[in-house]
């Protein structure tokens, strides 16, 4: 059996690029072992939306983020369905869990893709993640 891909969220791939940051080295250690290790790492253009939206805030244009995060070796974008189906599924998650409709909709698209584990930062999020199963992986 192989291992699962690893979900990035947004905040880790921020820590992974901001050397001054308090979760840079432990950030780029664990991403660094589990390309190591063969382990596929993924995210969504919704994090990748994230992401742009926290770097603009700083004053980094959004093609110069995008292309930062385009230097993570084999960063491989999941995206959901395309049907409304998909939409009804995260808002269901979101009433269930009584969490955000952008956590939810991240949790369902891992849910669709069988990932089972994720990289993240965000305390709540990775509960939520756990409770469906979604275990952190190792800082």
């Known amino acids: 059996m192989t291992e699962s891909p690893v979900f990035l969220d947004a905040n880790a791939i921020l820590y992974a690029f901001d050397e001054t940051g308090p979760h840079f080295v432990e950030t780029v250690a664990a991403i660094q072992r589990l390309q190591h290790a063969d382990i596929i790492l993924c995210t969504s253009h919704h994090v990748i939306e994230e992401v742009v939206h926290v770097m603009r805030k700083a004053g980094v244009a959004a093609t110069e983020t995008v292309q930062t995060v385009a230097t993570l070796p ?24 009584h969490m955000g409709v952008n956590d939810a909709l991240l949790l369902q698209l891992l849910l669709d893709a069988g990932i089972t584990k994720l990289l993240s930062f965000d305390k709540r999020f990775v509960e939520r993640a756990a409770e469906l199963g979604i275990k952190q992986v190792a800082r």
Not at 85 to 92: L, N
């Open 74 to 97: 084999n960063l491989v974008l999941i995206e959901p369905d395309t049907v409304l189906a998909f939409a009804e599924r995260y808002a269901k998650l979101s009433d269930d869990l």
